[in-house]
């Protein structure tokens, strides 16, 4: 079935600087959502590019999309301690709704 | 105020039983999803309502019931539990045609 797989699986970096996690899905898709979860929380949408987009910002986040290499990518810039998270991305396959998560690129932080 | 809300945060219960997890949302969605995040935090869907009608059933052993009384509950019952279904379990609603979902806090299941 559809999944996205994210990479790394974990990241680690300094305060201030800039972070990207990737993702790569296996069939076409509709468009594609990053989430974060926090330790113990639930998940939190962030952004969605839909697949006749090319980029997406916002504030500090800046999603690419590329089809034809069926990945995206998910840039935090100036990353502060509080983004330590998981990251995760989610697709659904054309004409579905249904989303489908990958395993999440863990990423920390430190201040 | 919370959006999508679950209870129990925590369940620790003894192989065999059986428990339910309830959940509840306040946005006026029509769509709710149960999810089973594993230890290695893979995320997979395990049903979707919409309206009170089941649309998504993925391949989850018979053991898992879900119920929803109305649009805003979807509750989800385990029957006979196995070790295999420690996990946290996530509620999420949306608005059907919409991709945006919005999650609970959680339950995070054990069973010994």
């Known amino acids: 079935s559809q999944q996205g797989e994210e990479d790394p699986q974990a990241l680690s970096i300094q305060e201030g600087e800039n972070a990207t996690m990737n993702c790569s899905y296996k069939?076409?898709?509709?468009?594609l959502q990053w989430y974060r979860q926090n330790s113990g929380r639930g998940l939190v949408h962030l952004i969605l590019?839909?697949?006749?987009?090319r980029e997406k910002h916002s504030g500090r986040l800046r999603v690419t999309l590329d089809t034809s290499k069926k990945s995206s990518s998910l840039l935090i810039t100036a990353s502060r301690a509080a983004d330590t998270a998981s990251y995760f991305c989610?697709?659904?396959?054309?004409?579905?709704?249904?989303?489908?998560f990958g395993r999440g690129t863990s990423l920390i932080v430190h201040p | 105020d919370t959006a999508v809300s679950q209870t129990p945060k925590y369940l620790v219960t003894q192989m065999g039983n059986d428990k339910s997890i309830k959940c509840e949302q306040n946005?006026?969605?029509?769509?709710m999803y149960w999810y089973k995040q594993d230890s290695k935090k893979f995320l997979k869907i395990m049903f979707s309502?919409?309206?009170?009608?089941?649309?998504i059933n993925e391949t989850v052993p018979n053991r898992f019931s879900p119920k929803s009384p109305d649009k805003a509950h979807l509750n989800l019952h385990i029957n006979s539990l196995e070790l295999g279904d420690s996990a946290v379990y996530f509620c999420?609603?949306?608005?059907?045609?919409?991709?945006?979902?919005?999650f609970g806090p959680g339950t995070r299941l054990t069973v010994l």
């Open positions: 069939t076409s898709i509709n468009n």
């Open positions: 946005l006026g969605h029509d769509t």
């Open positions: 989610a697709t659904d396959a054309d004409g579905s709704y249904i989303p489908t």
């Open positions: 309502y919409n309206n009170k009608e089941l649309i």
């Open positions: 999420a609603s949306t608005t059907q045609g919409n991709n945006e979902q919005f």
């Open positions: 590019i839909r697949s006749n987009e």
